[in-house]
């Protein structure tokens, strides 16, 4: 086996410790599978594999694992029959749904031991995931993970359920809501000081552009946390936005990679002080068609209105995304006030609006479920000008509107038709130079 | 609403505050239902009306669950799949088996919740269940069920995990082996000091025999927990042995009855001192024809030899019920021993027996599957001569061969041909003169 690989302050590069590589000494590797990995005795098995081949190189090894396959689903329908329609009890729908890892993860851990190797599987709360009391939607608070340090001293591999966690002061058990796996892994990275946490979908890693959209499109292998942190958000599926946050601010390394083979994936971690990253203005193009607009029309255009509308929808509740105000220039003294946010939130966010219209004084709403998010984003543009010039010129090129803008330090977003946004991710991956010379392998579905 | 009966010193008569009366004032009542009781939405939905009927009567009501239905072999059948044949990891089976009633006891509380009540769902661990460390088989060593009393306080439902636990020294969770979740119930009755411990099954309560035998059978309103102990082990299988020995140590009252309808069951409770029991001299009639039966033939008739060959059956472990030496008259100086054992044990003991042939020196062993056990148990034997006589007489004119015969102070246990079980049960029945008017209702299964 090849000495792993060293920068040049001689430390080893992040992500080389996963059983290609002698590391030359013991590291701790986290190891996160999603539920479409698990999904049955045979893939149980095949993961099983996986995880003692990393053992046996020599590494510790602590796996966070999600419910089977459809597991969840099948909980949440039976908790809609159990109440007939009506929402159930968030604390009781917390205990329902962590029954899923506790199944993925004792056979997973059967799994393990049947290959001759110690494993041991641990519940959020044994492994220390300290969690507020929001129930579906737990903020974590603090890590103590003894248990998991006292197994993996004893040589054992620990296994322990993602997604959920428990609150110290009602005792009760929580979970993290959407992406909640991936947070927990990075999280029990952080607290254990592991050298990697590798997180397995089935998709071979982050792409500069979703390989179903855009053939062409090139596997990164680096990708820095900031601008992870901006393609998650703006619709790149492969990582989730909380999870990859929450490593940029502790500084895990994630190695995003596929559970159905040994090549790399990408790297992603914070840029180093003094790294030199030479990187292209534009890393990646994320497309997401999952927001929908309302317009909000002939608003008075007075103080305190917008701060009115907005904590109106936030209230409702509904994420926003993106703001665009007209000035008013017309004299009416009125104005229009457009945003996006998830389709999800939509009806309960215009019937929030609706109720107020006497109070806030607005003539009507408007909404728009056929839109859809380009994003670029490239750590690079800081240092870049003529970025926005390209991408419109791409976009006019193509004969495609844009109807909003919004920018952010390493991001530009613009929201066009839903049905030119193929169109348009194309035109834009193209007209940055990201094109690769051979089309990407496409896999069936996101692995999440 | 009537009041409730009442003895002569005043006190309530056990198992009366089940909602058909007012109580005058609030008693505790421990609710358990089984996996049959809770197989589906539906089912869930009857049993949490059941349960809110009992709580709006004024009652506190803390419920213990099973796992819905099929859940449990569903997850064994998955663990063999993952093991591959193999034996899985004991700790590990116990964490995978323990999500079954945390779906139910989830769904439930959710149920119960929807029709306005307030209920919490609690594990093992939360209702502080702490067992020894044996899992799979693990014994209850303390309940401190603090959760569960201030759920109660504050006027909620507590609805606990049946059959499981966890161990102190170790924090891992445990499950308490077959009727795990009786015993469970049982035990939170007594900590908690419950009126009475409502174990609700598909059967209407206990039978004077199983009615699915003996067509005339009827359903006993009061046995006492000596009959019930020796019943259980008998093979009635409507309570399980272990949870009415529990109820027995400390004096839980148990009222066994039917999840199918508001029809009073049976009582089961220690009899009172100064109560006169006026009982007939055999309460009920048990058949099990879940026993095999080994002989050892030519053991060498010295001291020792019976007891290395229990030792070694003791070992193998097998569990052995009816035990038979005759005393050797022929001057071989050889004697044969016979034994009951249940069939599960029946094959890893001949082996550990056949591998002592040399050591203990006997000819060879004979095993026979096709046996089964009648008994007679009724408080009423102790004073009460011609038992026996009666029952043997039955037996003989029904042309009924008896193999073995095992006695304790309120029961008579005799062997016959598995075939001809039914005919016995059914002549003893009579003979006793146990035969109602009416035949009993028969539900497909035992409810377990």
Redesign the interface.
Known sequence: MNAAPRNRSGRLEPGSCDGRYDCGLVSLIVQKFGGSSVAD?PS??RVAERIAKTKRAGHDVVVVVSAMGDTTDE?LD??A????G?I??P???D??L???E??S???L???I??LGLD???YTGS?AGMITDERHGAARIQEVTPM?IQAAIDEGAIAIVAGFQGFNRQT?DITTLGRGGSDTTAVALAAALGAEVCEIYSDVDGIFTADPRIVPHARKLDFVTADEMVELAASGAKVLYTRAVEFARRHGVTIHARSSFSDEPGTIVRNAREGETVEEPVVTGVATDLSEAKITVVGVPDIPGKAARIFTIVANAPANIDMIVQNISTTGSGRTDISFTLPTADLPRTLEALGAAQEEVGFDRLIHDEDIAKVSVVGAGMRSSAGVSARLFTALSEAGINIEMISTSEIRMSVVTRADLVQAATRAIHTAFGLDGDTEAVVYAGTGR
Not at 81 to 84: E, L, P, S, T
Request: proline share 3%.
């Open positions: 005795a149980i098995r909980l039976i908790a029959q159990v109440v007939g009506a159930p009890a604390r009781e729908l205990m329902l962590t029954s899923g506790r199944i993860m004792a056979l851990a059967m799994a031991k049947n494993a041991r599987s044994q248990r005792g």
